[in-house]
């Protein structure tokens, strides 16, 4: 018969029967979540095929405003840190605790990057006239619209940008339980599922990199 | 507070006895099942009160009971949605050769314009027994035309014109509301459908100040705003010609086939890069700003009137210049 | 074992380590993990916010007892049922069985000592607390005045009120939606006691698995939403706004794709009540039980699919109404099945009619009506002239209200000697319950026949024509609201002075029930090996037999 398990300290929370349920419970937990991530950016991604549809000169237009040099650059740079997040959860997996905290930190670095870059992107557009509500004159002779494309540039990108923000907070307390050795090869849940967390945030990004920046271009 | 207290409302258009019909079939299906649900509901509770050493009898269920109970569910639900969008179509499909009126919604009042150019604000009146079209549009927020005694109802949005048309049956006076809230004085956007005899109808016309028909008032600004000198056949066009175009289809630049309509007569003013003809420059200049919402239902009203006409090098295979 | 699990069966004595008793003070309540505690969290600030919800509600009815508009100044009128229909959607009828009832019992009717993420759940109380604090703020400061469906361009451009706070409230009160769902999708997968196989859980639990999905699916949706009219408020980029090239229709398709599955979580938790009380008190397993629990699904995969229908006249295309007028027909069929079921249950049953049972039985001829009704808006032709009078209103009243809330009620009267070890009051709630159920009918049966004579709603003043009926509905608005001040009166006197129970007064099947009453901390001594399905009552009256 199972005995209430005295696990006040250990990896093994009170309400879990094991720690494989405990692992189990908690991806599945992470996957629900995501799910709903997916809905959320999906309905930015409706939008943005509705309007697209309606104004097909303006997305042009305001894609041709962005750079495919800095988008191609960050969607490295992202992928890099999905790399090196694969990396802390296999070090986590082999109980390496300084691997853990390491790849974390790399990961957290790359992300500073992209957010760095973005930051000077949103300062061109800035200096363009092309944040709407903010910041807003476009050459004469815009294409209507452009204002739309704009706002939905600003809104799907500043909403993954807030989305690694997140991602960032989440890295910091993951790294420092792994340097207190919270994690071992029996119990890295919590590195898992940011992992998971991650890799999400950057695939948002991947579908977001074409349908902004590489409109009409070959 | 009982002065023409009523538990149905009065119907008078052609559908709404039609909606009427269906609504009653609905309100009895409704009837039967809850007094069968209830009166077994009542018998079950009777006929199984708890009794001193009466157990309940354990029962799992039974297939054949629950394909019955959803199969006649389903095939009842089924009977009203095709009896409703029966109904849907006529309440929707307009006759040929219906009045048309133009109105235009906004907080928080109703404009209308009859087909002969007279203007009502919060009250439409109409002759009995001719079909009716109202071509609508907000200046503002989404509102809703809806007279109860027609049985219609259509919302009116901006940007974006919407339709509705009725054939009143019975003289009267009716309720027009705005259903769709709109803002502080939503409950005040109310006015009154009027309907006529027909000789009353003109009587009434007659005596309302004359204003320009919509398309008098159309063709004179599509004079006014040079519209003419771009789009009608000389030596300055550099347009498309629109005579007999209204219904038609247009190819776009974007490679899109759109229909020539309400919709795309307004956009091609207020944003004319949007849609633009094929085979043309991108030269023509917006007029945002310059044309009121009405003004662009009266040159619509005037490009519907225009028929085909042979013009020089397109519509015509005989190519006849003018 | 189930000798073992049924040994404190017959113990009538409370413990001492029940959840209520372990830890006092308010850091103890703020700062628990345990998921009864938090459902009595729940359960307070629910009761808080249904009270607010309810004086608006009151302060309407009785705007509209004269036709003219002389209560109260359009404006505040706007802002009055605009404030019900967010604080009683947002801030009630979308959390309360689940977060009441779903957290309290999940993890006991599951033989597990907590939900999934205990940490996460208490977050996701903090999150509608914080959400309704904000509306609450809104409210103080000028309230809005959209409607609860706070339609564009009306409220990305129009409305000089509160909207982003509001929209701020709901926002932050949908994550703690999202969480609540993910941590039930999680805990019902995964910590099901031994033996407790899919097919042999509680409905109850089945209907809560079915809403988390929708909670899970649908509320990012309107979450995007709410974030693109506070941008288009905040910085005009045109995305409803006709005016910039925006399309204001948009909106109501983003809206709705969350709105109407909304409707289906505050309604399948309460089904899955009633099947728990229509069990109980006719002493039988629930009849045709397989299929009332894929219905719980189907009602949830079916009724993403039909957001449209509330916009049959908003100006999309005939086809498309066509397609989600067929479609709302179909998610019409799972809920009667569900239905006929209950009734059939009652059939050669051992009906008691204690509280709980009246509010189900209520519901089933309420929820009848309010889902029937919901076939004349499916209907096309039908739905042109009652859109947006006070048809609508009446039918979702009467499946909000006599559905929900009576499941609410009645789940409430049934666990009450579980969650507080104390019964109610017998007698006064079973007349608290024939008054909210006459008053319930008299407030609302009257508006199906005004909307179809077309009073719309949202209206401050009205046609003389349409007043009696509003009179008829006030009255029974006040029965209504008598009938609810009751419970909340001897449902508190309860705690102090009603009867002592023991672990399962109702002598009803369920792992819930084999545990004292109030539960301990950690909810089981030892975790059951469930051996046969719910409702097993043939073999709950053989050991009561045996024992006796």
């Known amino acids: 018969m199972p005995e209430l398990a005295a696990t006040h300290h250990g990896p093994l929370a009170h309400h879990f029967e094991t720690l494989e349920q405990q692992k189990d419970t908690c991806t599945l937990g992470m996957w629900a979540f995501l799910v709903q991530e997916v809905m959320f950016f999906g309905g930015l991604f409706a939008c943005y095929i509705v309007y697209r549809f309606l104004y097909p000169a303006a997305f042009l237009e305001g894609a041709h405003h962005l750079s495919p040099a800095w988008g191609t650059f960050n969607t490295v740079v992202l992928i890099g840190s999905s790399l090196t997040m694969a990396l802390s959860v296999r070090a986590a997996q082999l109980g390496r605790r300084r691997g853990t905290a390491g790849f974390i930190l790399a990961t957290m670095a790359l992300a500073c990057v992209f957010l760095g870059v973005k930051w000077i992107e949103y300062g061109h557009k800035f200096e363009d006239g092309l944040i709407p509500g903010v910041a807003w004159h476009p050459e004469p002779g815009a294409a209507h619209g452009l204002r739309i494309y704009f706002g939905l540039y600003f809104t799907m990108t500043g909403m993954h940008a807030l989305h690694m923000v997140v991602g960032l907070v989440l890295m910091v307390f993951v790294a420092l339980r792994a340097l207190r050795g919270r994690y071992s090869p029996d119990n890295y849940i919590g590195v898992e599922v940011l992992g998971l967390y991650w890799h999400f945030v950057d695939l948002v990004w991947i579908f977001l990199f074409p349908l902004l920046y590489l409109l009409g271009r070959h | 507070m009982f002065q023409d207290f009523s538990l149905f409302p009065e119907a008078a258009s052609t559908v709404a006895g039609r909606v009427d019909e269906l609504y009653l079939f609905l309100v009895g299906m409704t009837a039967f099942a809850a007094t069968g649900i209830f009166s077994t509901l009542l018998f079950f509770a009777v006929r199984y009160r708890r009794r001193q050493g009466r157990k309940a009898t354990q029962i799992e269920g039974s297939i054949p009971l629950e394909v019955l109970w959803s199969a006649v569910p389903l095939a009842l639900f089924v009977f009203a949605f095709g009896w409703g969008a029966k109904v849907y179509l006529e309440v929707h499909n307009r006759p040929k050769d219906c009045m048309q009126f133009y109105v235009t919604g906004k907080q928080w009042m109703w404009k209308i314009q009859h087909p002969t150019g007279q203007r009502e604000i919060n009250a439409l009146h109409i002759p009995v027994g001719e079909p009716i079209e109202l071509t609508m549009i907000s200046e503002d927020v989404i509102h809703d035309f809806f007279v109860p005694a027609f049985r219609v109802k259509r919302d009116v949005v901006p940007g974006m014109y919407t339709s509705i048309w009725f054939e009143a049956t019975k003289v009267g006076t009716y309720h027009l509301f705005c259903a769709e809230y709109c803002g502080t004085k939503h409950s005040q956007m109310i006015g009154e459908v009027i309907v006529m005899d027909p000789a009353d109808y003109e009587q009434w016309l007659s005596g309302q100040p004359a204003g320009a028909d919509p398309v008098e008032s159309g063709r004179l600004l599509f004079e006014n705003l040079l519209c003419a000198t771009c789009h009608e056949p000389g030596p300055r066009q550099r347009g498309p010609s629109l005579a007999g175009r209204f219904g038609t289809k247009v190819g776009t630049q974007a490679g899109r086939q759109v229909p020539f309509d309400e919709d795309y007569v307004r956009s091609s003013i207020l944003d004319p890069m949007l849609d633009l003809s094929v085979g043309f420059e991108p030269v023509m200049q917006t007029y945002k700003g310059q044309v009121t919402e009405t003004n662009i239902q009266h040159l619509i009203a005037y490009l519907k009137s225009i028929g085909a006409q042979p013009v020089a090098g397109e519509t015509s295979a005989e190519g006849e210049e003018l | ?32 993990v345990d998921h009864k505690r938090i459902a009595l969290l729940y359960l307070i600030s629910l009761t808080a916010f249904f009270t607010v919800g ?5 302060l309407v009815r009785l705007e509209l007892l004269t036709p003219q508009g002389d209560l109260f100044q359009s404006e505040i009128y706007n802002r009055l049922f605009t404030m019900h229909g967010t604080f009683m959607v947002f801030f009630f009828l979308l959390p309360s069985v689940p977060a ?35 509306s609450f703020v809104a409210m103080l400061a000028g309230g809005v005045d959209t409607g609860w469906t706070f339609y564009a361009p009306y409220s990305s451009t129009y409305a000089n009120s509160q909207v982003i706070v509001s929209a701020l409230g709901i926002f932050v009160a949908g994550f703690s939606s999202i969480l609540t769902g993910v941590n039930f999708i999680a805990t019902i997968h995964k910590m099901r006691a031994p033996g407790l196989t899919w097919f042999r859980l509680p409905l109850f639990v089945w209907a809560h698995y079915a809403t988390s999905l929708i909670m899970v699916l649908g509320t990012p949706v309107v979450a995007v939403t709410i974030v693109l009219v506070a941008i ?27 709105s109407h599955p909304a409707v289906y979580i505050m309604i399948l938790p309460a089904m899955g009540i009633m099947s728990e009380l229509i069990a109980a008190f006719s002493r039988k397993r629930v009849f045709g039980y397989p299929v009332v629990a894929i219905s719980s699904l189907a009602i949830a995969v079916l009724g993403f699919l039909v957001w449209g229908h509330h916009m049959f006249v908003s100006g999309q295309s005939v086809f498309a109404g066509f397609v989600f007028s067929l479609l709302s027909m179909l998610v019409a069929v799972p809920s009667a099945i569900k239905v006929f079921n209950w009734t059939a249950t009652l059939y050669r049953g051992s009906l008691s009619f204690r509280t709980p049972m009246l509010y189900a039985l209520g519901f089933i001829g309420l929820f009848t009506i309010g889902g029937l009704t919901g076939v004349f808006l499916a209907s096309l032709a039908v739905d042109v002239h009652v859109h947006d009078t006070y048809f609508v209103v009446a039918h979702f009243h009467y499946v909000m209200v006599g559905g929900v809330v009576m499941a609410y009620m009645g789940g409430l009267h049934f666990w009450w000697p579980k969650f507080f070890g104390r019964m109610y009051p017998e007698n006064v709630a079973r007349t608290a319950a024939v008054l909210i159920f006459a008053g319930f009918n008299l407030t609302f049966f009257p508006q199906f026949l005004l909307g179809y004579l077309g009073m719309p709603r949202r209206y401050h003043a009205y046609p003389e024509e349409f007043q009696v009926l509003n009179v008829l509905s006030t009255a029974g608005a006040s029965v209504l609201g008598l009938g609810f001040l009751l419970p909340l009166c001897y449902l508190a006197w309860s705690l102090k002075y009603g009867r002592k129970v023991g672990p399962n007064p109702w002598h009803a099947a369920g792992l819930e029930w084999t545990t004292t009453s109030p539960p301990p901390k950690h909810n089981f001594d030892a975790i059951p090996t469930v051996e046969h399905g719910a409702y097993a009552y043939a073999e709950l009256d053989a050991e009561e037999v045996a024992h006796a």
């Open chain 3, 100 to 134: 009441v009832f779903g957290n309290f019992l999940l993890p006991l009717m599951l033989g597990a000592r907590d939900v999934a993420f205990p940490k996460l759940n208490l977050l996701s109380w903090y999150l509608y607390v914080a959400g309704g604090l904000l």
């Open chain 3, 54 to 58: 309810g004086l608006f509600a009151v």
């Open chain 3, 232 to 258: 288009e408020r905040l910085f005009h980029v045109g995305v409803f706004d006709p005016a910039l090239g925006g399309d204001p229709v948009l909106f109501q398709h983003l809206f709705w794709f969350y």
């Open chain 3, 1 to 32: 074992m189930t000798t073992s699990a049924r040994s404190s069966y017959l113990d009538a004595e409370p413990r001492e380590d029940n959840y209520l008793a372990a830890g006092y003070g308010i850091k103890s309540w703020l700062l628990t």
